[in-house]
């Protein structure tokens, strides 16, 4: 492998260099019937990488990819680390007006996608002046000439290193916000705060390189690609990739692979857990079961360690703008605080403040807050919102939590989840946590609907085991004995499933809207 004419210093690809160097025989990346081996993996990014250079693309472009789980997703992420562009994750679930408001706000000069989305694509890239449009793994050429990333990956092109300047301070990835309440909005990613991240990560979620890691989360989500991918791939292990978190693909790749760590929000869990053959599986090399995104049930946990024995639960917690890691709850710290989101990692300060920023004694409510070297720069093209973000120089989280005696972090709701019933406020999740302790229930999300006497009346939308039947009645009375009265649903809402987005996140805001008076 020939050395790049232009040294790269702490970047992403560079890092992906030296792990080809140490392992390059070892299995990589795994997707599907295509196998990589790491010296494959890295000069198939290097052919990527100096292909979009070649097609007109500069050092410090944008570089929106919008698509499925693949290797080539990954292979084009990887291009785009060594090349110097920046990568611009688009989840594919958007449509073609929200591709369109994120390839115009980041001023995306290339764009790759999933042949199966070229509907959508054709309608927001109308007018727009990109000088790349391609695909990630079309089985044919859509139009002679175009940009393929998984044939220009296995062709016969020079595989040396990009001639291209990348450091650390270089920008590696605009990462937009879900955009739960306004517009979505780009946090600003270097390669030197990712990095710092995935050494964290190694250290904190124990991934060693002889562990094989399943991959089934949305890439475009950060969590997937950098608190688990990165660091394995950096590591040396082998990652098995599926296109999306299905619970039988799931639990037979766990099965067949021997697979050794997992990560998947509260919702992907269950459903594995709920799975009608779940215990046919082999799952007992599963040493590593990690979960985040959402705040996960006392009572899925305890079923998590019953069903899998010997399985070691990670709690993850953190979000986009932090890399997103930024507190670890680890095995041997489940059995006291269970509903802890446990402590901060090597690289990361938090703090719990009230509105002036004083720190709050343990055990009181207030804003999450922290201060790290894997931070995002800011807001993309949104200076405004950037300096609110880091009023008082530290990283205001929006979530509100509290520590206990012993600096255990236990996350209470999103500010903007809080209800306010008749002026007092309540968790959202305190609430769920009561009803997940019925027997019929299998998943709950608990909102506030707008009401004249209560101001928001707490609401419970709740979906059922199957072959379980419980009346609103019989649920609320079990929610009394768990929880003052004035946290108490006043209406339970039975449905069939929740929304949740390709992330499996449990999208409140839909149920808002859906049950609005």
């Known amino acids: 492998m020939s050395e790049p004419s232009i040294i790269q210093q702490n970047s992403i690809g560079a890092a992906l260099s030296r792990s080809a160097r140490k392992y390059p025989h070892q299995l990589a990346l795994v997707f599907g019937e295509r196998e990589w081996r790491y010296l494959e993996l890295s000069q198939a990014a290097n052919r990527v990488a100096n292909g979009l250079l070649a097609a007109g693309l500069v050092p410090g472009d944008r570089l929106a990819v919008y698509g499925k789980n693949s290797d080539a997703y990954v292979i084009a992420w990887l291009a785009a680390t060594k090349a110097g562009l920046v990568h611009v994750p688009i989840n594919f679930a958007l449509s073609s007006e929200e591709l369109r408001y994120i390839l115009e706000q980041s001023g995306a000069m290339g764009l790759l996608s999933d042949i199966s989305l070229a509907s959508k694509v054709n309608a927001a890239t109308e007018g727009l002046n990109l000088a790349l449009m391609g695909t990630l793994h079309a089985e044919q050429e859509s139009t002679a000439g175009s940009f393929d990333v998984l044939r220009h990956a296995r062709s016969a092109a020079l595989s040396q290193e990009p001639d291209a300047a ?48 399943l991959a089934a989360l949305p890439l475009y989500h950060s969590a997937q690609m950098h608190v688990f991918l990165m660091p394995a791939l950096l590591l040396g292990a082998t990652v098995y990739l599926l296109e999306a978190p299905l619970p039988e693909l799931c639990l037979s790749a766990m099965s067949n692979h021997k697979v050794a760590s997992f990560f998947a929000p509260p919702t992907v869990w269950i459903s594995l857990l709920r799975h009608a053959e779940f215990d046919r599986f082999d799952l007992s090399a599963l040493n590593k079961a990690y979960y985040g995104a959402s705040i996960m049930p006392v009572p899925v946990l305890e079923e998590l360690q019953q069903r899998i024995p010997g399985v070691g639960l990670y709690n993850c917690y953190g979000q986009s703008e932090i890399a997103p890691l930024a507190t670890v709850l680890r095995p041997e710290e489940h059995a006291a605080r269970p509903a802890s989101a446990g402590r901060p990692i090597l690289t990361v300060e938090t703090r719990i403040v009230d509105l002036d920023m004083n720190d709050v004694p343990s055990g009181e409510h207030g804003e999450i807050v922290h201060r790290s070297p894997q931070l995002m720069k800011g807001y993309w093209d949104k200076a405004a919102m950037t300096e609110e973000a880091f009023l008082g120089d530290w990283f205001h989280s929006g979530d509100v939590g509290y520590f206990d005696e012993a600096g255990y972090l236990y996350v209470v709701d999103r500010i903007k989840d809080v209800i306010n019933t008749g002026g007092v406020l309540v968790a959202s999740r305190e609430v769920e946590e009561g009803l997940f302790k019925h027997p019929a229930v299998s998943e709950v999300a608990v909102i506030g609907q707008p009401d004249e006497k209560w101001i928001e009346a707490i609401t419970a939308v709740v979906v059922l085991k199957e072959g379980q039947l419980v009346s609103e009645e019989a649920l609320i009375h079990h929610a009394k004995t768990l929880m003052a009265p004035y946290k108490v649903p006043k209406h339970i809402v039975f449905t069939d499933a929740l929304p949740k987005s390709t992330a499996g996140k449990i999208l409140k805001r839909h149920l808002r809207q859906e049950l609005k008076p």
Do not use: F, R
């Not at 916000?177 to 946090?187: D, H, I, N, V």
């Not at 990613?189 to 094989?212: F, G, P, R, W």
């Open 166 to 213: 990348v450091d650390g301070a270089s920008l590696a990835q605009l990462l937009y916000t879900s955009g739960t309440t306004a517009a979505p909005k780009a946090a600003m990613m270097t390669h030197q705060a990712l990095m710092a991240e995935y050494m964290a990560c190694m250290v904190e979620l124990d991934i060693k390189s002889n562990d094989a890691m």
